[in-house]
């Protein structure tokens, strides 16, 4: 078990997050432009993460060819960063590579509002949007999908799970974050890479929650600007890809 821990909070609830997209649904249905919420959008993490991996795909960086990517978002909220990287993957990727995208959340009316926006939006394209608690000890999903997804993403839902330090009775009374990696390990094949964006722990912190107890390593890192005080130097983000060797 890892010994970083945060404090609890209700953004670490799923009740807080059904109530959030429930409101989130009902500003769309009002105004189909308010796709809601783009998290950590103040450090620009979203783009910096879509063009990290389309720099990687163009310059042939990944650890193996692909002629379809298997993409998964881990905890996709609204959709939004699926989303973009569809439309930026158009316009940027220089290679002749197809790509799947699939976006799951804990949240029952997460998954309703991407697939609203998805119709809206998306229709023609290849998203798909499930409800799936990645901490379930027996999960269908996880064993349907072993080793299936190639790239693998996190913003910030590994600090939502951090929020909640309640013991997960499915996992033998570990908290989530403590079995995160492991569990997200299982959709992982040999050279999978997951990249993970954190405000809530640092660059250290993150390589000790992920690595711990499992065959992931760190593969390269997004750079973010870095703020000095007190002598002590720091970004208040941190995106780290990681890989299943």
Known sequence: MSDIRLNSSKLGTQEY?????EREIGNFEHNEDDTGECWFDDSDAESKMIEFL????????LP??????????LGTGNGHLL??????FEQELDVQVDYNFKGIDYSAESVDFSNKIKS??????????????????????LDANREKYDILL?????DAIALNQEPVEDLDGKIGMDVYGSQVEKLMHRDSILLITSCNFTEEELVKIITKETELKVWDKITYPVFEFGGV?????????????
């Open 233 to 245: 130097k720091g970004s208040t983000i941190c995106s780290i890809a990681f890989i299943k060797e």
């Open 83 to 88: 989303f973009q990287m569809y439309d930026d």
């Open 17 to 21: 997050w059904n109530t959030f997209y």
């Open 120 to 141: 809206k939006k998306y229709e023609d394209q290849r998203f798909e949007f499930e409800q799936v608690d990645l901490l379930k000890k027996q999960s269908d999903f």
């Open 64 to 73: 193996r060819h692909y002629d379809t990517l298997n993409i998964i978002d």
């Open 54 to 61: 389309i720099q990687k795909i163009n310059d042939g960086e």
């Open 154 to 158: 996190d913003k910030g839902t590994l």
